[in-house]
């Protein structure tokens, strides 16, 4: 799924996800002149397409007037998570050139699961849930730091989907899906402008589409793994903003995109 929480780009996850599309490439070879029972996307085949990997792209919203910013971001990707991430970040006037560091915690559930009800037609879903609580720390003097709680987010996502697969060889395939469902996303807290205000929680929701296209490749009967380029978008969504000490949220209408390339391991199995 391409809809998830951003997180700033770090070398060492890039890196990450550039050696697992190599390694997908590298060791496709060494398994294709084994020939497999059966072909991808037979009837009565259930998959779960990531038991683990990774997920880099860019994600953000875009405001009614046309504003916006996409950030970068990579990040494991799995149907059960945690994480932990501190970044430093440039503080707003008046505090600049002060820099604060943001430390945030996230666990999440994701299932997902596809059944090919027909020979190729796959119906399936993924429900997620995800929690973040975050914290900011800024420079008081050269010796002390303040920490301030930032705004907690839940984001949540169901998204009803089917596919149809084209099996090229026992071992290679090609799965395009496309899902329609409701996604309720937190993109964050953000440290508010002229330091009036600790921090800022921001969450978008609204009905979304989710368009992949997954290349598989089967290391055996069961395991498998995918590569496939995602593209999440909610045209018509309401971005709420959460200020401490207001009485309810700011909501006006935005559109969110998310773009992203996913890597991982899948298992494959018959009713």
């Given at each position: 799924?391409?809809?998830?929480?951003?997180?700033?780009?770090?070398?060492?996850?890039?890196?990450?996800?550039?050696?697992?599309?190599?390694?997908?490439?590298?060791?496709?070879?060494?398994?294709?002149?084994?020939?497999?029972?059966?072909?991808?996307?037979?009837?009565?085949?259930?998959?779960?397409?990531q038991i683990s990997?990774?997920?880099?792209?860019?994600?953000?919203?875009?405001?009614?007037?046309?504003?916006?910013?996409?950030?970068?971001?990579?990040?494991?990707?799995?149907?059960?998570?945690?994480?932990?991430?501190?970044?430093?970040?440039?503080?707003?006037?008046?505090?600049?050139?002060?820099?604060?560091?943001?430390?945030?915690?996230?666990?999440?559930?994701?299932?997902?699961l596809d059944i090919?009800?027909?020979?190729?037609?796959?119906?399936?879903?993924?429900?997620?849930?995800?929690?973040?609580?975050?914290?900011?720390?800024?420079?008081?003097?050269?010796?002390?730091?303040?920490?301030?709680?930032?705004?907690?987010?839940?984001?949540?996502?169901?998204?009803?989907?089917?596919?149809?697969?084209?099996?090229?060889?026992?071992?290679?395939?090609?799965?395009?899906?496309?899902?329609?469902?409701?996604?309720?996303?937190?993109?964050?807290?953000?440290?508010?402008?002229?330091?009036?205000?600790?921090?800022?929680?921001?969450?978008?929701?609204?009905?979304?589409?989710?368009?992949?296209?997954?290349?598989?490749?089967?290391?055996?009967?069961?395991?498998?793994?995918?590569?496939?380029?995602?593209?999440?978008?909610?045209?018509?969504?309401?971005?709420?903003?959460?200020?401490?000490?207001?009485?309810?949220?700011?909501?006006?209408?935005?559109?969110?995109?998310?773009?992203?390339?996913?890597?991982?391991?899948?298992?494959?199995?018959?009713?």
């Amino acid at each position: 799924m391409a809809f998830g929480r951003a997180r700033r780009s770090r070398p060492g996850a890039y890196l990450a996800l550039v050696t697992f599309a190599l390694a997908f490439m590298l060791a496709a070879p060494a398994f294709a002149q084994r020939e497999l029972l059966t072909k991808a996307g037979q009837k009565g085949q259930i998959i779960i397409d990531q038991i683990s990997g990774f997920r880099g792209g860019v994600s953000g919203v875009v405001g009614a007037g046309g504003g916006g910013t996409l950030y970068p971001s990579v990040s494991y990707y799995g149907p059960i998570g945690f994480a932990v991430e501190s970044y430093s970040q440039a503080a707003p006037p008046p505090r600049a050139p002060n820099s604060f560091v943001v430390t945030a915690t996230t666990f999440w559930l994701a299932p997902s699961l596809d059944i090919f009800v027909i020979n190729h037609l796959s119906l399936g879903g993924m429900i997620q849930i995800a929690y973040t609580t975050a914290s900011e720390s800024q420079p008081r003097n050269a010796t002390q730091s303040q920490s301030t709680d930032l705004p907690s987010n839940t984001s949540f996502a169901i998204l009803p989907r089917a596919g149809w697969m084209f099996p090229l060889t026992d071992r290679w395939a090609i799965w395009p899906r496309a899902a329609l469902g409701y996604v309720s996303n937190a993109v964050g807290s953000v440290s508010a402008a002229g330091g009036n205000v600790a921090a800022t929680g921001s969450s978008v929701s609204g009905f979304a589409i989710d368009l992949d296209v997954g290349m598989l490749f089967r290391v055996n009967e069961t395991f498998f793994l995918r590569l496939a380029p995602e593209l999440g978008w909610m045209p018509g969504a309401g971005n709420s903003v959460t200020v401490p000490g207001t009485p309810k949220p700011i909501t006006e209408g935005a559109s969110y995109l998310d773009f992203s390339l996913t890597g991982g391991i899948g298992i494959m199995f018959d009713l």
